[in-house]
C-alpha cells in the first residue's frame, strides 16, 4: 500500500482540492483507496473565514478512517468495519467502507503512531493507496506516509515571489540527504565525540534556551556525530554552531526527519543555517523523510475586508504565479490542478522511481 | 437527497426587525406583507410595538405544526 | 502531585488561565501557569522541563492565530510530547471543529466547564462522548426529602384535621365513575390487557372492556367500539415513534444546571404540545437548556370526558392526550434524572391518570380539588371523591403530589387559594401521601383590582412565599408558571419577567420553580422550541447574576404576609365552621364569584354510594 500524506504551507493553499483529485484519479486507475485526516475536515465553509471550502465525497468500495461522530454527519453510508482504540475531538476512531456515496467529515488520528495504526487496518482490507489529509500547517504526524503532495500559494503569501521563495527552501529542507545510521533506540539528544565516548541528554529537542546552555557545558571535545531526535530551534541551533565551530566542525548533525525541523522553524529560517553549516563542514542528514511527490500552487487567498470584518475569495496571478514556481522550483513536478498541463498525479506518485523527466518540461 | 435547511426548523421561524413605517397600522400591513415576500406559510405577528416613526416587529410562521408529519422526523428514519 | 501547563499564546489576556489555575489547584493539581505573550517554543520547553500530563491552551481565534496553534502541536509532536502530554484548548472564540483541525486531544468551548477539564486531565476522552457520562451519574432528585411536614402553626392545624375529619367521612361509601375505571383499569395492567388488543378476546378482557365502556362517554365508546377518533386526532405511525427513537439514539446533551450555586431550586417546564413526537423534542431541549423535570399537560376536553383512550395518539391541538402508550414514550425519552410530574388535579380521569402515570413512571402527581372543582372544572362532589380516591393511589405508590393554586388567576385572593392547598396538604398527609404546596408567583387580578401590586411585584410575592415557611415545613414549589401575567409576547419582555420571578423564588430558598417559556402569553399558535429556549437563557443568567444572595423582607411584605396568615386562618375557621368542605366549595368559601370562581358542573350526578 502506498501512503500519501496531503499539506498545506497554509489553509486554504488548496490541499483538499488537490486530494480529491488524486482520489478521482484513483478511482478511474481502479485501485482501492483509502482516507483519513490528521485534523478535522468536512465542512462546507471555513470555520476562520467562513469562506465556501471543497468537500470530500467518497464513492462506494472506498475506505475511510474518522471520528464516530463524524459518520453521523455525513451524508455518505458507512458500514463500520472496526474501531479503533483511538480517541480524538469526535470520538473513536472508525475505520469503515463506503456503502452508499456521498459526502464524509473527516476527523482521524492525529498522532503519527496512531496513524500508523490505521494504516496497519487500511492494508489488512487490501487498500492499494491511502490518502491522509494534513492538518493545519502540521507535518510532523506525516512522518510515516510514504510520500507527500505540498500545496502553497497566494493563501500563504499573496508576494508570488515570497511564496515560491519559501516553497523552494521547504523543498530543499523536505530533501535532506537520508543516511542509515545507528542511534540509540529512544533516546534523547546523543552526542558522540571523536575519542569515541558518547553522551545522552534527557530532552530529545533543542529548544529553549537551558536546553541551549546544557548542550554547550556537554559540548567539550571535538564531536564526531550529534543526534537530534525532536524539536531543533534554527536560531540556537545557530547559536551553537557559533559558539562551537571548532569541536563541531566535519561532524555529522543528524535529525529524525526534516519533518520536525519545519515544525521547529519557517524553512526561510533554515535556508540561512545550511551555508553556515557548509561552511563549518557539518553535514546535515536525517534517519527518514518522506518523499515529496510534487507541489501545487494556487492563486486563490481569502481577503479580509475592513468594513465588515468578513473574507471574500481573491486571486493572484495564476499564470505568473504557476511560472514562478516552475521557475524556482526544479526538483520535482510543480501544478495548478486547474491549469494545464495535467500530468496523471497516480504516476506522479506511484512510479516516482521511473518517471520521465516531466519536471521542467511541463512548464 | 439533501434536505432543505427548513425542513430541519422544529417548530416555528421568526423573523424578528425593525419596520420603518408611517403608523402602526402600515408597520402591521408592512409585517404580513414581508411574511408573504418571504414565502413564510401563514406568517402571524406576534409582536408589534410602535413608537413614532417605526415598529419592533416579530413574525411567526410554523413550518411544523404539532401533529403534522415533521421533515425533521426523516433523518431518523433513513439511518 | 499532577502538573498541568496553562498556555495563554496570547499577547495580553491570560484570564481564563488565572481563573483556571485557580480551579485546578482546588481540585489538587499543580497548575503551572505561564504568562501572556509566551511564544509556542516557551511552552514547550517548559513542557520539556515540567513534563506536565497535559498543556491547556486559552486563546481567542483570528486568521493566523490558527497557524500559531497548529504549529504549537507540531512543535509538540516533533519534540516527543505527545506521547505523555495531552494537547487542550479552549476559548470563547474556538469551535469543536477548529480544535480538531489543528490537532488537539480535546477542546473546550463556550464558557469553561470544570466537570470536562477535570475528566479530560484523568484522561477520559473529552466532547461528546463524555457528554451522556455526566448525565447518567447525576441521582435524581427528592423535593420531598428531609420535610417533616410538622405544623407550625397550631391553630391551622387543628382547624385542617377538623376539615379532613369532615372530608374523609364524606367520602365514605363513595364512588363514582372515575373511581371504578380506575380499578379497572388497574387489574387491566395487572392482568396485561389493554382494551384494544387485536389478539384472541379472553373472557377476562371482555368483561373488563364491558365494563370500562359501559363508564365511558360516547365519543370514547366509539373509539374502542368503531375506532372513530375524536375530532383533531390521528394515530401516530410506528414509523415516526421509531424515527423519533432513533433521532434521540445518537444525540445527548451535557447536562448544566441552571442554578450558579446550590442544589435548590429545581426547575420544570411545563409541555403538552398535542403531539408526544413533538412533547419529546421539547423535553430534550428543555432537558438540554437545564430543566430538571417535567410536567405533562393533557387537553382540556379529555378531563370533560369520562373515560381515556389507548395507543399512540397525536393531538393537533394543545395538551397532549393521556394514553400508556404515549406516557411511556414520553418517559423513555426523558435523560433518567429527569422528574416527570402527570397532571390529574381536575377532570374526569383524575383516579385513572395517577393508575396510568405510575405505570408510565411518573415521579410527581399534581391534585387540587378545590381549584379543579372551580372555574370551569369538576363538580366539586365529583371531584371530591375522586380527588381523595386518587390522594390514596399516591400514597401508595409513594409518588409526592404538588397542589397548584391557579385559581389565583380567577381574581382569588391568594389568602382564600392558600386556605384550599392547605387542605390539600392535611388530606395528603392524612392519607399517607406527601404533598408539595404551590403558590402561584403572578399578577393576578386581585392584585390589579386591589392594588396590591402598584409599586412592585416583590413585597407580596415574597410574602406568598414566606408564609407557607411560617405556617408548615414542607416543601414550596412556586408555580404555575412563575410570572403568570406579567408576560407579554414580546420575548426578551417575557424571558425577562420570568427570570426575575424565578430569581426572586430562588433568593427565598424554595425547593422547585415551574417556569414558562417566552411564548407564554403568545396564544395563537403552539408553544416553540425556541421560546422555550429564550426563557431557559434568562433564568439562568438571572441565578448567575444573583449567586446565594438572599433578598431580606422589607416591612410591607412583613405585613403581607401577617394579612394572607390571617386572611387563612379566618377561611379555615369559615370551613371548618360550615362543616361541609363540599359546600364550602359551592358556596364560594374558598373563592366566590366576586373573586371570578364558580362551582365546576362537569361530572354533576355521577357520584353514587354513601350518604349524598
Not at chain 1, 30 to 57: C, F, H, M, Q, W
Not at chain 2, 50 to 79: C, M, N, Q, T
Not at chain 3, 120 to 125: I, Q
Not at chain 3, 213 to 235: E, H
Request: proline share 6%.
Amino acid at each position: 500500500m502506498k501512503t500519501v500524506g496531503f499539506a498545506g504551507t497554509a489553509k486554504n493553499t488548496g490541499k483538499t482540492t488537490t486530494a480529491l483529485h488524486v482520489l478521482q484519479a484513483g478511482k478511474e486507475a481502479g485501485l482501492r483507496l483509502a482516507l483519513t485526516s490528521i485534523g478535522y475536515d468536512g465542512e462546507n465553509r471555513d470555520n476562520v473565514t467562513g469562506l465556501p471550502k471543497p468537500r470530500y465525497t467518497l464513492q462506494p468500495g472506498m475506505l475511510v478512517a474518522t471520528g464516530s461522530t463524524c459518520l453521523r454527519s455525513s451524508t455518505a453510508i458507512v458500514r463500520a468495519i472496526e474501531e479503533t482504540p483511538i480517541h480524538t475531538i469526535f470520538g473513536q476512531v472508525v475505520v469503515g467502507e463506503v456503502t452508499y456515496p456521498g459526502t464524509v467529515l473527516l476527523a482521524g488520528p492525529n498522532r503519527s503512531s496512531d496513524l500508523q495504526h490505521v494504516f496497519d487496518i487500511f492494508t489488512s482490507l487490501g487498500c492499494n493507496l491511502a490518502l491522509v489529509d494534513g492538518a493545519l500547517n502540521r507535518l510532523v504526524p506525516m512522518t510515516c506516509v510514504d510520500g507527500l503532495v505540498l500545496s502553497t500559494g497566494a493563501a500563504f503569501d499573496q508576494r508570488i515571489s515570497h511564496v515560491v521563495e519559501h516553497a523552494g527552501a521547504l523543498l530543499r529542507l523536505l530533501r535532506m540527504p537520508v543516511i542509515r545510521d545507528e542511534v540509540p533506540v529512544n533516546s534523547g539528544l546523543w552526542v558522540e565525540f571523536k575519542d569515541q565516548t558518547s553522551c545522552v541528554l534527557g530532552y530529545g529537542s533543542l529548544i529553549g534556551k537551558n536546553l541551549l546552555d546544557t548542550l554547550l557545558r556537554t559540548l567539550i571535545a571535538p564531536v564526531k556525530k550529534i543526534y537530534i531526535p525532536g524539536a531543533c530551534d534554527p536560531h540556537l541551533l545557530k547559536l551553537l554552531i557559533d559558539q562551537k565551530a571548532d569541536l563541531l566542525r566535519g561532524a555529522l548533525m543528524l535529525f529524525r526527519s526534516p519533518l520536525h525541523l519545519v515544525a521547529s522553524g519557517d524553512p526561510l529560517l533554515w535556508k540561512e543555517i545550511f551555508p553556515l553549516l557548509e561552511a563549518t563542514d557539518i553535514q546535515p542528514s536525517s534517519l527518514q523523510t518522506p518523499q515529496v511527490f510534487f507541489m501545487t500552487v494556487n492563486p486563490f487567498y481569502p481577503r479580509y475586508l475592513d468594513r465588515n470584518g468578513m473574507y471574500e475569495a481573491a486571486y493572484v496571478d495564476k499564470r505568473e504565479l504557476l511560472a514562478a514556481a516552475c521557475n524556482r522550483i526544479s526538483e520535482i513536478p510543480v501544478l495548478d490542478i486547474f491549469q494545464p498541463p495535467f500530468p496523471d498525479v497516480i504516476s506522479l506518485i506511484n512510479y516516482f522511481a521511473e518517471l520521465p523527466d516531466v519536471t521542467r518540461s511541463l512548464c | 437527497m439533501m434536505q432543505k435547511a427548513l425542513d430541519r426548523v422544529v417548530d416555528a421561524l421568526d423573523v424578528e426587525t425593525f419596520l420603518y413605517a408611517a403608523d402602526e397600522e402600515e408597520a402591521r400591513s408592512l409585517a404580513e406583507q414581508l411574511a408573504a415576500e418571504l414565502n413564510l406559510p401563514h406568517g402571524d405577528v406576534v409582536f408589534l410595538e410602535y413608537k413614532g416613526f417605526g415598529a419592533r416587529v416579530r413574525i411567526r410562521s410554523y413550518i411544523h405544526h404539532p401533529g403534522d408529519r415533521y421533515r425533521w422526523l426523516e433523518r431518523g428514519s433513513s439511518k | 502531585m499532577k502538573k498541568v501547563l496553562l498556555a495563554p499564546l496570547d499577547p495580553v489576556h491570560d484570564n481564563a488561565v488565572k481563573l483556571l489555575k485557580r480551579k485546578l489547584s482546588e481540585a489538587g493539581y499543580d497548575a503551572i501557569a505561564m504568562r501572556p505573550g509566551t511564544t509556542s517554543e516557551e511552552v514547550i520547553e517548559k513542557a520539556l522541563e515540567e513534563r506536565p500530563i497535559a498543556i491547556l491552551v486559552s486563546r481567542t481565534l483570528g486568521y493566523k492565530v490558527a497557524e500559531t496553534l497548529g504549529r504549537l502541536v507540531d512543535l509538540a509532536e516533533a519534540s516527543g510530547l505527545r506521547e505523555m502530554t495531552r494537547l487542550g484548548v479552549g476559548g470563547m472564540a474556538i469551535t469543536k471543529e477548529t480544535g480538531g483541525e489543528l490537532g488537539f486531544d480535546a477542546c473546550f468551548t463556550g464558557e469553561l466547564n470544570m466537570t470536562e477539564v477535570l475528566a479530560f486531565l484523568e484522561g477520559k476522552p473529552v466532547g461528546l462522548q463524555t457528554a451522556g457520562n455526566a448525565v447518567a451519574e447525576r441521582q435524581k432528585p427528592n423535593i420531598v426529602q428531609g420535610f417533616t411536614y410538622a405544623f407550625k402553626d397550631k391553630e391551622i392545624e387543628t382547624l385542617l384535621d377538623g376539615i379532613v375529619d369532615q372530608i374523609l367521612e364524606w367520602v365514605k361509601g363513595k364512588t363514582s365513575p372515575g373511581i371504578e375505571r380506575a380499578k379497572l383499569r388497574a387489574e387491566m395492567l395487572a392482568e396485561g390487557i389493554s382494551l384494544r388488543s387485536p389478539a384472541k378476546v379472553s373472557l377476562t378482557q371482555q368483561r373488563l372492556r364491558e365494563q370500562y365502556l359501559a363508564l365511558c362517554d360516547d365519543t370514547i365508546r366509539a373509539f374502542y367500539l368503531t375506532d372513530k377518533l375524536p375530532a383533531g386526532v390521528r394515530w401516530l405511525a410506528a414509523a415516526e415513534i421509531e424515527a423519533m427513537e432513533n433521532l434521540l439514539g445518537s444525540a445527548k446533551a451535557r447536562y448544566s444546571p441552571l442554578r450558579h450555586v446550590g442544589e435548590k431550586p429545581l426547575f420544570f417546564s411545563q409541555y403538552g404540545t398535542g403531539c408526544p413526537v413533538m412533547d419529546v423534542m421539547h423535553i430534550k431541549v428543555a432537558e438540554a437548556w437545564g430543566v430538571d423535570g417535567v410536567l405533562h399537560f393533557d387537553p382540556s376536553w379529555g378531563a370533560q370526558c369520562e373515560g381515556l383512550l389507548e395507543g399512540y395518539l397525536s393531538h393537533e391541538h394543545d395538551g397532549t392526550i393521556l394514553t400508556l402508550e404515549n406516557l411511556k414514550f414520553i418517559r423513555h425519552a426523558q435523560e433518567p434524572a429527569t422528574l416527570w410530574n402527570v397532571r390529574g388535579h381536575r377532570g374526569l380521569n383524575t383516579p385513572e391518570t395517577q393508575v396510568l402515570g405510575h405505570a408510565a413512571g411518573a415521579d410527581l402527581f399534581k391534585i387540587n380539588i378545590p381549584y379543579g372543582s372551580t372555574a370551569g372544572g369538576t363538580d366539586p362532589q365529583r371531584l371530591t371523591v375522586d380527588g381523595v380516591y386518587s390522594l390514596r393511589l399516591a400514597a401508595e405508590y409513594g409518588i409526592p403530589f404538588d397542589i397548584p393554586g391557579n385559581d389565583e388567576l380567577s381574581g382569588v385572593p391568594p389568602f382564600k387559594t392558600f386556605a384550599g392547598i392547605l387542605i390539600m396538604v392535611a388530606l395528603g398527609l392524612k392519607l399517607g401521601a406527601k404533598p408539595i404546596p404551590k403558590p402561584l408567583l403572578c399578577y393576578s387580578p386581585y392584585m390589579t383590582i386591589y392594588g396590591r401590586m402598584d409599586d412592585n411585584m416583590i413585597d407580596m410575592n415574597i410574602a406568598k412565599l414566606m408564609v407557607w415557611r411560617e405556617i408548615v415545613d414542607a416543601p414550596v414549589w412556586p408555580g404555575e408558571p412563575v410570572g403568570f401575567m406579567t408576560h407579554s409576547p414580546e420575548r426578551v419582555q417575557s424571558s425577562m419577567m420570568t427570570a426575575v420571578h424565578a430569581a426572586l423564588a430562588s433568593s427565598m430558598g424554595v425547593d422547585a420553580v415551574t417556569i414558562a417559556s417566552s411564548d407564554e402569553a403568545y396564544s395563537k399558535g403552539p408553544i416553540s422550541a425556541a421560546a422555550r429556549v429564550d426563557t431557559l437563557r434568562a433564568v439562568r443568567d438571572a441565578l448567575r447574576f444573583q449567586g446565594s444572595v438572599q433578598l431580606t423582607p422589607t416591612p410591607r411584605a412583613l405585613t403581607l404576609a401577617d394579612e394572607i396568615h390571617d386572611g387563612i386562618c379566618e377561611v379555615l375557621k369559615t370551613v371548618a365552621e360550615r362543616g361541609d368542605f363540599v359546600a364550602s366549595i359551592c358556596e364560594g368559601l374558598l373563592g366566590n364569584e366576586e373573586d371570578g370562581l364558580y362551582p365546576g358542573r362537569i361530572g354533576a350526578g355521577t357520584v353514587s354510594g354513601g350518604r349524598l
